[in-house]
Antibody, heavy 120, light 108 residues
Framework: QVTLKESGPALVKVTQTLTLTCTFS??????????VSWIRQPPGKALEWLAR???????FFSTSLQTRLTISKDTSKNQVVLTMTNMDPGDTATYYC????????????WGQGTLVTVSS | SYVLTQAPSVSVAPGQTARIPCGGN??????VHWYQQKPGQAPLLVVY???DRPSGIPERFSGSNSENTATLTISRVEAGDEADYYC???????????FGGGTKLTVL
């Protein structure tokens, strides 16, 4: 059974750095083909893909946010960590992590999401 | 970046067929995936690779993709199908994922 769960602060201040952790089970990021992405959704708005890390350590980032994002994995803990620098109220959103198994593949399993509010 | 265009809303009566389009330049050459999202819930994959259904998704959900439009079709619509629906592709030119703006399906 594949599960993912996001964790991190519910509230961050403007200019601070956000660190989110995705803890997953039911698969391993050591397994060829496995990939974990981060996706966010501002309240009442559409989904926005942020970043992805693959089993072979390949990393991919949103063009508009790549200068602010880092992504890493700890395969021993089954975790993927996303950091986003210089937070702004416009970054207020629910942040999801999701799994995919092909380069251009779908996100077949999602976490429940975690709401992050950026306050000034 | 690659742009996916979805109509903001679609309305359909129960028992009828809902068609939700997703427009993109030569989208027929890409694999399109569709997600259903109900209020307060995470998205749920309902169609992948244009027309395949994950286990547990009813056969009422189907997909097609040709030229500049991909379409999610929901047959025999039920009240429980009311949700936001998002299309998604992987843009190989920029090596990133793209989502459409979402379509709110209202069951009258």
């Amino acid at each position: 059974q594949v599960t993912l769960k996001e964790s991190g602060p519910a509230l961050v201040k403007v200019t601070q750095t956000l660190t989110l952790t995705c803890t997953f089970s039911g698969f391993s990021l050591n397994t060829r083909g496995m990939r974990v992405s981060w996706i966010r959704q501002p309240p009442g708005k559409a989904l926005e893909w942020l970043a992805r890390i693959d089993w072979d350590d390949d990393e991919f980032f949103s063009t508009s946010l790549q200068t602010r994002l880092t992504i890493s994995k700890d395969t021993s803990k089954n975790q993927v960590v996303l950091t986003m620098t210089n937070m702004d109220p416009g970054d207020t959103a629910t942040y999801y992590c999701a799994r995919s198994t092909k380069h251009a593949g779908s996100f077949d399993y999602w976490g429940q999401g975690t709401l992050v509010t950026v306050s000034s | 970046s690659y742009v996916l265009t979805q109509a903001p809303s679609v309305s359909v009566a129960p028992g009828q067929t809902a068609r939700i389009p997703c427009g993109g330049n030569n989208i027929g050459g890409k694999s399109v995936h569709w997600y259903q999202q109900k209020p307060g819930q995470a998205p749920l994959l309902v169609v992948y690779d244009d027309r395949d259904r994950p286990s547990g998704i009813p056969e009422r959900f189907s997909g097609s993709n040709s030229e500049n439009t991909a379409t999610l079709t929901i047959s025999r619509v039920e009240a429980g199908d009311e949700a936001d629906y998002y299309c998604q592709v992987w843009d190989r030119s920029g090596d990133h994922a793209e989502f459409g703006g979402g379509t709110k399906l209202t069951v009258l």
